[in-house]
């Protein structure tokens, strides 16, 4: 047990609903810092009354990560401030993480108050809405206040790069996941009598929100294409979100209501990946997501679109299949090409859960950012900028 002076990490984020990828990252960070010497606790910015929360806070719980709740009424709600600075002084914060234009400005802010070191990770903009354009000129302007800014994927690194953050500032660290927690545990025969799917469909999976970026209409569209080919598929989206009733009203439109299945949010997500034949990654941006991981992880194959990050994870034709975004067409022929080639699944299988294991482990994170909050702290050497990876050039993209 560390002892109860070592260093606190306060990680802050904004929440609406159940959250995002980064959710999972954030909660399962305190049970993989502690034994390396910091105490971490999780702060959350959210709307009152959100019901979402809650799905969070039971997250929160199975994880052993030590919450704190924000209520958080919009941009101007001053009480915000207050409440954060009183969680600074209580826990006695060293190490303030951000992950967010929002508590990037309030981090910068409250260290006026509060003597603390600045940490953020740059996640991407990957939900864009009419307020993206502020957002982005707020996180233009704080990035290169920041002591660190630890970059998700290549793209971000040579934004955050461009928006002025010095190189010695920048830390390219991917995603990770503990791989044990996402061990495959039954057929993909047994998951789908689980979810009542017929074993004699191929079954397509995608996980995420429900919002433009993700692109579920193109996948929509691909699957409806194999439909009309003859092929005898199955989609299940797992996730909610904004687009709900524009992708139902999508799959009337198609003729799929018996084919496409929008799951909504799901707390055993495991028991879907098991019963897919293939995941499917549609999105239009993304940075190096999590559920991708979850994915091979699991044993699943998959067809992801190239961007972003994207590529550092899937190696088309080695662990996956990597196609081009927004065409629904080679989306569907890489799922048709998948389905029709059993040594083909299995190798995928076999690659992706080998390529999580070996590069994207949780724990291998973790020590990766311990190791920077050590040299803010003058606890350990410098770490050096491309800590996760070598460099792959991926696009561009905006913070």
């Known amino acids: 047990m560390p002892h109860a002076t070592n260093p606190v990490v306060f990680d802050t984020r904004v929440v609406t609903g159940a959250g995002g990828g980064p959710e999972k990252t954030i909660l399962n960070s305190p049970r993989f810092l502690e034994p390396l010497g910091y105490r971490m606790v999780c702060g959350y910015l959210h709307p009152p009354g959100d019901p979402g929360y809650e799905v969070i806070r039971t997250k929160a719980e199975q994880a052993r990560a030590p919450l704190v709740s924000i209520p958080d009424r919009g941009f101007w709600d001053w009480r915000v401030v207050r409440e954060l600075l009183r969680a600074c002084r209580e826990h006695k914060v060293t190490i303030w993480h951000g992950h967010d234009y929002k508590t990037n400005a309030l ?62 500032r920048l830390v390219l660290l991917d995603n990770g996941i503990d791989a044990a927690e996402y061990t495959r545990r039954r057929t993909v025969a047994e998951a789908k009598a689980a979810l009542g799917v017929p074993p004699e469909s191929q079954l397509i999976g995608a996980v995420g929100r429900l919002s433009g970026e993700k692109a579920f209409d193109v996948l929509i569209r691909s699957v409806h294409a194999l439909v009309k080919s003859g092929r005898d598929v199955r989609l299940v989206i797992v996730g909610e979100g904004a687009e709900r009733a524009a992708l139902e009203r999508q799959i009337v439109d198609l003729d799929l209501g018996d084919r496409v299945t929008l799951a909504g949010w799901q707390a055993d997500v495991c028991g879907y990946f098991e019963a897919m034949d293939v995941f499917a990654l549609s999105s239009l941006r993304e940075g190096l997501p999590n559920v991708l991981l979850e994915a091979m992880a699991l044993e699943v194959p998959v067809v992801a679109t190239h961007v972003n990050g994207v590529p550092r994870l899937v190696q088309d ?83």
């Open 317 to 399: 034709d080695e662990n996956g299949l990597l196609v081009d975004a927004g065409d629904p067409a080679p989306l569907a022929a890489a799922l048709d090409r998948i389905l029709c080639d059993a040594a083909l699944q299995a190798r995928f299988r076999a690659a992706g859960r080998e390529t999580v294991e070996g590069r994207f482990s949780f724990a291998e994170r973790i020590r990766k950012l311990a190791a920077v909050y050590g040299e803010l702290l003058g606890r350990s050497p410098r770490l050096s900028a491309t800590v996760a990876c070598d460099p792959v050039a991926t696009g561009v993209s905006s913070v």
């Open 107 to 168: 981090g910068l802010l409250l260290t006026r108050f509060h003597q603390m070191r600045l940490v953020t990770t740059a996640h991407g903009w990957v939900q864009q809405t009419s307020r993206t354009p502020l957002y982005y000129r707020i996180d233009r302007w704080c990035l290169p206040r920041y002591e660190r800014v630890v970059c998700v994927s290549t793209d971000l690194y040579d934004a955050c790069a461009a928006a002025g953050v010095p190189e010695s």
